[in-house]
């Protein structure tokens, strides 16, 4: 099969129009204008022009001698032999077709290769394999803020602090803006001075206002309360069983520690302090360094004092806290901060 380019061979021998000569006999032959290629079917063919002696059938010469070639015949027009023939077209004619029809068939070859191969591979069932896309990924999240429980932690957090009594230690959070501080009594037990600790990590020193030791609550103070950010004080009163509740402090030591958990129960009876008392019952993780901490509300209110948790044989949380209620741990700490 021939290729797709400019085919070569003498189909496309190029012949000037200026350099051909016939030989003929006597003068030479005019030439006449070379029609251009054409792409359709050859023109129609001139009567030819004999080559030989004139035919029997034409007269003798006005001279009744024998016609001459060359000269003028009786009929008014040369016998001239070596014309070329009219019959069909020229040579380069025929070669500029030729080579026109060996390209026009390679493309067609070529054009119906391609279909019967395509043809072939969807009857066969063989497809290409389909380019590999990435896995699907969520879109980033918008970020317009702490939403839930994670924006009313973000709300209660700044007011949450650190106590270090001693050897003892717990949790706190800021009451009102003259800097005064709850925490349990048994956290600052026998200490008179107590150090604070800021949700920014700063180190505050504080002094005992005062405790009672009955109701496990007492009130500390800081001498710069511009540095300090007051909580905000709900109604125990308002909780029902199955509330959302976060527990805020420093379990263990570990500063800033929030738990999620419900209102288990509400006027629990246990042992607080030096008497029974009534608590709100939370399965929100409670440990110890958690006593003196709030528990808030889904609003960020302080609705109790994580005070104690019932423990197992081998300690720790089971699940079961206590926090005495916020309405009646305000007007204790009130008491003390009057006296």
Known sequence: MRGLGRPSGPEFRTVPLSARQDPVRGKPPVPGPVPPPMLGPPPPAQPPLMLGPASPAQPPSAQGGPSVQGQPSAQGGPSVQGQPSAQGPRPEQAAARKGRLLVVAALVA????????????????VSEPAPVAALPRAAPAPSPGPTGLSATA??????????????RGGSGFVVDGRGHILTNAHVVSGSGLATVVLSDGRRLSARVVGADDDEDLAVLAVDYPGDLTPATLGRSSDLSVGDQVLAIGSPLGLSGTVTAGIVSALDREVRLGGARRTAVQTDASINPGNSGGPLVNDRGE????????????GGGNIGI???????RAAPIAERIMRN
């Open 321 to 327: 806290g206590f926090a005495i209620p916020i309405d």
């Open 154 to 167: 973000a709300r209660v957090l700044p007011s949450v602090v650190s106590v270090e009594a001693g050897s």
């Open 110 to 125: 070529a054009v119906a290769g391609g279909a019967a191969g395509a043809a072939g591979a969807r009857l066969s069932g």
């Open 302 to 313: 302080v609705v109790g004092v994580n005070t104690a948790i019932a423990a197992g044989r």
